[in-house]
């Protein structure tokens, strides 16, 4: 009888625990299904695309849109041939939302003929200047994304000058000097809802890696108390803004 009772008791023990655990790890497991069954989402080709973004940096950009699109519709600044504008969009393509995509497709100071970045099948042979448009066209069309992602052919302050859209994320990949991260920051941040997402492309901790505008930025926005830094995926600097979070897992 004794024995027994310690027996029951016993098995009592183990399976509470069980189930305990159980209820700790369940939603991680769903979360992280459901993670890799949206990321499966992201056409294959994006590895084609031409761009400047890392696949791991891509893949955080995606789940931060994810998250954001609960809050409101995404922006970015720095479109170029489509990239970032894939992950971004195939989130916002999924939770239902638009993603804003500003671009004048000019290229930035490096992109210029002669400069590092210069890319001979993106000068347009009749003005003789850059143009990343068509390029970035046709694969927000090949993407399925036509009726997610606005393209905004122009330069960032003239689409800022009469904005008035919320937003849950701004991705800041445009001009690279201090001069125009600071304005791309001054201009867009005010837009972003509380609980939403700054992110920063090419934060450099060390400066022998890269040039150090966006982190400088990145510095003085945090500086500002609006905001609170989330780990950063690669060159990816997150910043989530303070308030109240209403953000739907
Ligand atoms: C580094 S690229 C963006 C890369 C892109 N996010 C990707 O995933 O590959 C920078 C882009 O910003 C654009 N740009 C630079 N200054 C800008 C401005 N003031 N307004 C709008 N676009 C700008 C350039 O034309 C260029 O296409």
Same mark, same amino acid.
């Given at each position: 009888m004794f024995a027994s009772n310690v027996l029951s008791r016993v098995v009592g023990i /183990? %399976? &509470? =625990? *069980?189930?305990?655990? !159980?209820?700790? /790890? +369940?939603?991680? @497991?769903?979360? =992280?299904?459901?993670?890799?069954?949206?990321?499966?989402?992201?056409?294959? %080709?994006?590895?084609?695309?031409? $761009? %400047? +973004?890392?696949? &791991?940096? $891509?893949?955080? !950009? %995606? &789940?931060? *849109? +994810?998250? *954001? @699109?609960? !809050? $409101?519709? @995404? +922006?970015e600044i720095g479109s170029f041939c489509g990239k970032s504008t894939v992950y971004l969009g195939v989130a916002c393509k999924i939770k239902g939302k638009t993603l804003f995509s500003i671009d004048h497709h000019r290229g930035s100071e490096e992109q210029q003929p002669g400069q590092p970045y210069f890319d001979f099948e993106l000068l347009d042979s009749k003005s003789g200047v850059i143009d990343s448009f068509p390029y970035f066209r046709a694969v927000m069309q090949k993407a399925g994304l036509d009726e997610v992602v606005v393209p905004m052919v122009s330069k960032s302050h003239v689409v800022a000058r009469d904005w008035a859209t919320p937003l849950g994320l701004v991705f800041i990949d445009g001009g690279h000097s201090y001069d125009m991260v600071i304005k791309d920051y001054d201009y867009w941040y005010p837009y972003l809802l509380p609980g939403g997402f700054l992110v920063f492309h090419d934060i450099f901790l060390d400066p022998a890696e890269g040039g150090q505008a966006p982190y400088e930025v990145y510095k003085v926005a945090l500086a500002s108390g609006e905001f609170k830094a989330l780990p950063m995926t690669k060159t990816l600097g997150i910043l989530q803004r303070s308030g109240p979070v209403m953000v739907e897992k």
């Amino acid at each position: 009888m004794f024995a027994s009772n310690v027996l029951s008791r016993v098995v009592g023990i /183990v %399976f &509470e =625990s *069980a189930q305990r655990q !159980l209820k700790l /790890v +369940l939603p991680r @497991c769903i979360l =992280s299904s459901r993670r890799m069954e949206n990321s499966n989402l992201i056409p294959p %080709f994006i590895s084609e695309i031409k $761009g %400047f +973004l890392d696949e &791991e940096e $891509g893949q955080r !950009l %995606f &789940e931060l *849109a +994810l998250e *954001a @699109c609960s !809050l $409101g519709p @995404c +922006l970015e600044i720095g479109s170029f041939c489509g990239k970032s504008t894939v992950y971004l969009g195939v989130a916002c393509k999924i939770k239902g939302k638009t993603l804003f995509s500003i671009d004048h497709h000019r290229g930035s100071e490096e992109q210029q003929p002669g400069q590092p970045y210069f890319d001979f099948e993106l000068l347009d042979s009749k003005s003789g200047v850059i143009d990343s448009f068509p390029y970035f066209r046709a694969v927000m069309q090949k993407a399925g994304l036509d009726e997610v992602v606005v393209p905004m052919v122009s330069k960032s302050h003239v689409v800022a000058r009469d904005w008035a859209t919320p937003l849950g994320l701004v991705f800041i990949d445009g001009g690279h000097s201090y001069d125009m991260v600071i304005k791309d920051y001054d201009y867009w941040y005010p837009y972003l809802l509380p609980g939403g997402f700054l992110v920063f492309h090419d934060i450099f901790l060390d400066p022998a890696e890269g040039g150090q505008a966006p982190y400088e930025v990145y510095k003085v926005a945090l500086a500002s108390g609006e905001f609170k830094a989330l780990p950063m995926t690669k060159t990816l600097g997150i910043l989530q803004r303070s308030g109240p979070v209403m953000v739907e897992k």
